[in-house]
């Protein structure tokens, strides 16, 4: 395929390559439709590794049908077609004589290098210049954060609330906006690490800032507090 064959959805078809930059190696995967990249930095170049960074880009954005990538040895390997295929999507690898074939991917590279050593030279946040490429919008099109999700990304420049609205169809919006409206945040379940951190928050209370009685209410009952707790379990 080549680069002027567009999908006709985000997310569809991505290329991926590994770069090696500031003694550390980087995972970056590219949107064919709207330009959007991802990078991870990667523990090592083993093909689990990658595999594992990978499934979670994945789980954010969805699985493409296509997958590109030149012939690196964690590409080829069995571990990463079996990976292709437990998750169903095609793996086209590029020839090496024709490496542009994956030169979506290979451009990005040379790009995102530019702008992290800019950040550092510079001594800036690199995921602030990730972010404000991801919210520029490309020539005659939208930026590509709004190609992939249909929204425009909150920065750290000000702007109205109106312009961070995701654009879709009215009726779909309407739906989506009732739907969450019956979903309370003080309903929403907390998860057992914000539990545990509650408790370790409220252990921080000394007695003479406990203006409240040792007792806990549900419904009209009242509970008194266990006197002391079991220590082991």
């Known amino acids: ?63 493409p049908t296509k997958v590109r990538s030149d012939s690196g040895s964690q590409y080829v390997s069995a571990e990463f077609r079996q990976f292709a295929e437990s998750w169903g999507f095609t793996h086209t690898v590029s020839s090496p004589h024709y490496q542009q074939s994956n030169g979506l991917a290979e451009r990005f590279v040379q790009s995102v290098k530019k702008m992290l050593s800019k950040s550092k030279q510079d001594g800036k946040d690199p995921y602030i210049a990730m972010l404000k490429y991801r919210n520029t919008p490309l020539e005659n099109l939208d930026s590509p954060a709004q190609l992939l999700m249909n929204r425009r990304l ?38 057992s690490l914000e539990k545990a951190n509650e408790n370790n928050h409220n252990d921080n209370i000394t007695d003479e800032q406990s203006t409240e009685p040792s007792s806990v209410r549900r419904s009209e009952r009242s509970v008194k507090k266990p006197t002391r707790l079991i220590e082991e379990c």
Not at 26 to 55: G, P, Q, W
Not at 168 to 186: A, S, V, Y
């Open 154 to 191: 909150r920065t750290t420049i000000p702007t109205i609330k109106n312009r961070l609205k995701p654009k879709c169809e009215g009726q779909i919006f309407k739906r989506n906006r009732k739907h969450l409206m019956k979903t309370k945040e003080d309903k929403i379940e907390q998860t």
């Open 1 to 63: 395929m080549s680069e002027s064959e567009c999908p006709d959805l985000p997310w569809m078809t991505v290329g991926t390559d590994i770069f090696y930059w500031n003694n550390n190696n980087y995972l970056i995967i590219v949107d064919y439709y709207s330009r959007y990249f991802e990078i991870a930095k990667l523990e090592n170049i083993r093909a689990s590794c990658v595999i594992t960074h990978m499934k979670s880009v994945f789980a954010r954005h969805g699985i």
